[in-house]
């Protein structure tokens, strides 16, 4: 063997056992109790769990967004996703509008691939849906570009109706995943309108103009368009407890239809965007953090599996640099919250540690869900044999306070800051690569590789 990860406890979707690790060729090629074999290097996880290394469904990295740039490229962005127990990412790569959704994929290419330290992989953002540009999508889904994100609000992004069902009915024939930001631009509009002219310049009314009942029509809307086209669809970062209701019943109903939250929602409260001042400007995003006690119901639909992966949403714009060109007037803060260094900590913390949800539960939605909604399980997502040694040693012992300056995105504030986690990655592996340990980076720059993913497991439900 290469590696043998040795004395942990394996955790997987569906297991929690003591077994060693055998590493080979970048694959699991063993799983033992005191495995009989020897390991050319060989790790003493004794005291840890041994997890499948993240699946990111959600990051936006070097992304032209809203007037300016994420602040970190890929080499930033993928060593802060290793820190923090993420072998995979799954980033977004934009359509510009009169352009080719072949030329996103390699402009995505471009930045990702020399600087990469974690595998990736990209959804694709449909922003111009012109017949050229629908009949890209069966090609890109055989070349293994197999989601779509589509919006239904944001300037120059929002995609009406009409659009929208166009590229739902390719999709289906395809098995295209289509990905759905679920906002109501037009009340959203409104809302701005009217808080503008009312004189509110705080970002506390990124928040106050983005009500539940935005989210819940555009769940509910797209959920019956979905329904028409008789298409899967994933519904990304999902904010709003109401709106997962939606999402429950439709699934009750027989639908096939999945959601996405992320760490912010499931931590934070909307009461942290309402304070005076500046600093409030952290938590700015899109759909916003909703107010207190939101983030239980959003737990219990993680449990019933509603929410069945949690993906950071990584954007980081720096809170005195790019989120200023919003300073007097808060629709121009650019939204986006970093997390794709805290993402398995603050999940894993909050959800077994102080809510006592399943490992299990919480590894699957952390990677196997993901991993199998996006095509990539299971060579992604699992602890098997075969599969990519992607693996994370997790201290449940190791207590750690965030702060930003012990973490490596490349931004100048987290929304954690001087929260307490239970549990940490203290190593994290990825294709048999020890790429960070104990906070240190240690894989070398362009190390990451694209990974070609399939079919999502929605289309086989
Ligand atoms: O606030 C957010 N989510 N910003 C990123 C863009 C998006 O909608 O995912
Ligand atoms: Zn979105
Ligand atoms: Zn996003």
């Known amino acids: 063997m290469d590696l043998i990860i040795r004395n942990g406890i394996v955790v997987t979707e569906t297991d929690v056992q003591p077994l060693d690790v055998g ?4 694959r699991i090629a063993a799983l033992g109790y005191r495995l009989d074999a020897t390991g050319a290097s060989e790790i003493d996880a004794s005291g840890s769990f041994v997890l ?14 809203m007037g300016t740039t994420t602040s970190d490229d890929w080499y930033q962005g993928t060593s802060a996703a290793a820190a923090g127990g993420t072998t995979t990412v799954v980033d977004f790569a934009y359509q510009l509008p009169g352009g080719s959704l072949h030329d996103a994929v390699e402009r995505w290419h471009r930045k990702a691939g020399a600087n990469a330290i974690v595998d990736y992989a990209f959804h694709v953002v449909i922003v111009d849906p012109r017949p050229d540009v629908l009949a890209e999508i069966p090609v890109l889904v055989a070349e293994g570009y197999t989601s779509f994100k589509l919006f239904m609000c944001y300037d120059g992004l929002a995609l009406d109706d009409l659009a929208i069902l166009r590229i739902l009915r390719v999709a289906r024939e395809c098995g295209g995943l289509p990905m759905i930001h679920a906002e109501n631009d037009g009340l959203i509009r409104y809302l701005i309108e009217e808080a503008l002219a009312a004189g509110e310049s705080h970002p506390r009314w990124t928040a106050r103009t983005r009500p539940p009942v935005a989210e819940v029509e555009a769940t509910n809307r797209i959920l019956q368009l979905a329904e028409l086209i008789d298409v899967p669809i994933y519904i990304v970062h999902m904010s709003s407890g109401d709106a997962v209701d939606v999402l429950d019943r439709a699934r009750d109903g027989g639908q096939i239809a999945i959601g996405e939250t992320c760490p912010h929602y499931l931590a934070l409260d909307g009461d942290e965007i309402e304070a005076d001042g500046w600093e409030a400007a952290r938590f700015t995003c899109a759909p916003p953090i909703r107010p207190h006690p939101n983030h239980e119901r959003l737990w219990h639909h993680v449990s019933r599996g509603t929410l069945a992966a949690i993906g950071s949403d990584h954007d980081c714009f720096d809170l005195n640099g790019q989120k200023l060109l919003g300073r007097d007037r808060f629709d121009a803060i650019p939204l986006g919250i970093p997390g794709v260094e805290t993402r398995l900590p603050v999940v894993l913390s909050e959800g077994a540690r102080r809510r006592h949800l399943d490992l299990r539960t919480l590894v699957a939605a952390l990677s196997t869900n993901p991993a199998r909604l996006l095509g990539l399980y299971p060579r992604k997502g699992t602890i098997a044999i075969s599969s990519d040694a992607d693996l ?4 449940p012992r190791r207590e750690t306070t965030i702060t930003r300056e012990a973490l490596h995105q490349r931004v100048d504030f987290t929304p954690f800051e001087g929260w307490p986690v239970v549990g940490y990655p203290v190593l994290t592996v990825r294709r048999g690569q020890v790429v960070a340990r104990d906070n240190e980076i240690l894989a070398p720059r362009g190390s990451g590789a694209c990974v070609t993913r399939g079919i999502s497991s929605l289309f086989s439900s």
């Not at 590493?23 to 970048?26: H, L, P, S």
């Not at 499948?52 to 936006?60: A, F």
């Not at 994370?392 to 201290?395: E, H, L, R, S, W």
């Open 23 to 26: 590493i080979a060729g970048g």
């Open 52 to 65: 499948p290394g993240g699946v990111d469904s959600h990051t936006h990295i070097e992304e032209p967004f």
């Open 392 to 395: 994370v040693v997790y201290d």
